[in-house]
């Protein structure tokens, strides 16, 4: 998808994000945020913050940088800030999570919700996150992938033309997106409403290892 296309998709979802994708949403954020196992004084940078749904979860304590390429989206992350009043080191930037303007080894754990099938080019998005990531930190994504059973997967493969309406695509790989990225998965686990997305906990190796084999049942 192209960055206008993701941008005027965004656009559009912001007055009604959170009633689409908040509540069906919101146990992947508490699972990954609680793997994460964030401590007082880690920098953390969430790629794809949106409209802040997920920050309230942070503990105290913990810087947490926000990015997001929707303007629309973050004035709502930041109305939830204000409304809520977190008190917490929090920064929200609108920014290009391909190209980040942050300097190399800024953050402890890089984490992205519901990001890699909406970019244009997810190897880009990863390559970044583990640029900015500290050497030995964390990467963690949530994400639906591609799903093994044949009628769901046929249904979301006839759904991929529509990519640039819907604002992500369906049918978006699991094997593809770890080969292509090499990330150095250390854990998989399902998360939210029938396991239908999955949480990837992976190594910052800067030297990235071979991908992890994974069995379509898992």
Request: include cysteine; proline fraction near 6%; charge should be positive.
């Amino acid at each position: 998808m192209e960055l206008e296309a993701i941008k005027k998709a965004y656009r559009r979802y912001a007055r009604l994000y959170d009633l689409y994708f908040g509540a069906v949403f919101q146990p992947g954020r508490k699972a990954v945020i609680q793997r994460m196992d964030c401590r007082a004084g880690q920098r953390v940078l969430e790629v794809g913050v949106g409209t802040g749904l997920s920050l309230p979860l942070y503990p105290d304590g913990v810087r947490v940088t926000g990015i997001d390429i929707s303007p629309e989206m973050l004035d709502r992350a930041r109305a939830r800030l204000a409304r809520e009043s977190i008190d917490r080191r929090i920064e929200l930037h609108v920014m290009d999570a391909e190209r980040t303007s942050f300097p190399s080894d800024s953050f402890d754990k890089v984490v992205a919700m519901y990001v890699v099938s909406v970019v244009p080019h997810p190897k880009r998005l990863v390559d970044e996150m583990r640029r900015v990531c500290k050497p030995n930190g964390e990467i963690f994504i949530v994400n639906h992938f591609h799903s093994p059973n044949p009628i769901v997967g046929t249904a979301e493969s006839l759904l991929a033309p529509l990519s640039r309406l819907v604002g992500f695509h369906p049918d978006f790989c699991l094997e593809t997106f770890v080969r292509d990225t090499k990330l150095e998965v250390v854990d998989k686990q399902p998360v939210n409403l029938f396991g239908y997305w999955s949480m990837l906990r992976a190594r910052n190796n800067k030297e990235a290892a071979e991908p992890l084999s994974f069995n379509a049942t898992a």
